[in-house]
């Protein structure tokens, strides 16, 4: 069972890039999946999440607006559509998944039981 993000790479400010999670081994039916990402010298922050089963998303509030997470059941991806990137997005980028997550824990690191290796988006000006 193994998480992978990948779809990171160097985008001007103003860009869009899209990331995608890949769950090998098993579907994401019944989980929810989170994307955080973590700056050099940062701690790790939410992003976004999703419900898998009802689709509720959640998204952090230095992307609302700019970011929206989806979910591609015919491929079972996750993914994270990034517009109007901006240097501060620069991050290493994870998605993570787990089973029985509360609302109130969605966007907690601590509450997810999968993690996958991270991608790198970098932003340039």
């Known amino acids: 069972v193994q998480l992978q993000a990948f779809g990171g790479g160097l985008v001007q400010a103003g860009g869009s890039l899209r990331l995608s999670c890949e769950f090998s081994?098993?579907?994401?039916?019944?989980?929810?999946v989170g994307w955080f990402r973590q700056a050099p010298g940062k701690e790790r922050e939410f992003v976004s999440g999703?419900?898998?089963?009802?689709?509720?998303?959640y998204y952090a509030d230095s992307v609302k607006g700019r970011f929206t997470i989806s979910k591609e059941s015919a491929k079972n991806l996750v993914n994270l559509q990034m517009n109007s990137l901006r240097l501060e997005d620069t991050a290493v980028y994870s998605c993570?998944?787990?089973?029985?997550?509360?609302?109130?824990?969605?966007?907690?690191?601590?509450?997810?039981?999968?993690w996958g290796q991270g991608t790198l988006v970098t932003v340039s000006s």
């Open positions: 999703i419900k898998w089963s009802g689709g509720s998303t």
């Open positions: 081994g098993r579907t994401f039916s019944g989980y929810t």
């Open positions: 993570a998944a787990s089973r029985t997550i509360i609302q109130s824990s969605v966007r907690m690191p601590s509450a997810y039981s999968y």
